[in-house]
């Protein structure tokens, strides 16, 4: 599967963005999907993850409440919907889609494709 993902760009503190991911190849709602990111200076990390279905979600602790996931099966696509954005949460975006099994995976070795990347910015 190859993973693009957009959406991602420059916002105040308290502002909303809205990535997408959008796959192509391989039947999308057969993969698990999450999102990670790397903040300047640091490891990639765990932000979001939902299950081939979309029935079961996961957040981050520094997330939970501000972002949603979501997918579209029908339009290959994954969103991650950021409300509330901190200057902290300024990183590179990444979202990553996984074959095997069903449920929700939290660590980066977990996945098997990924996509370029998209940059959010959030200014103080």
């Known amino acids: 599967v190859q993973l693009q993902a957009s959406g991602g760009g420059l916002v105040q503190a308290g502002g909303s963005l809205r990535l997408s991911c959008a796959a192509s190849?391989?039947?999308?709602?057969?993969?698990?999907m999450g999102w990670f990111r790397r903040a300047p200076g640091k490891e990639r990390e765990f932000v979001a993850a939902?299950?081939?279905?979309?029935?079961?979600?996961y957040f981050a602790d520094s997330v939970k409440g501000r972002f949603t996931i979501s997918r579209d099966n029908a339009r290959n696509t994954v969103y991650l919907q950021m409300n509330s954005l901190k200057p902290e949460d300024t990183a590179v975006y990444y979202c990553?889609?996984?074959?095997?099994?069903?449920?929700?995976?939290?660590?980066?070795?977990?996945?098997?494709?990924w996509g370029q990347g998209t940059l959010v910015t959030v200014s103080s």
């Open positions: 990553a889609a996984r074959y095997s099994g069903s449920g929700i995976y939290i660590q980066l070795y977990e996945y098997n494709y």
């Open positions: 190849g391989r039947t999308f709602s057969t993969y698990n």
């Open positions: 939902i299950s081939k279905s979309g029935d079961s979600k």
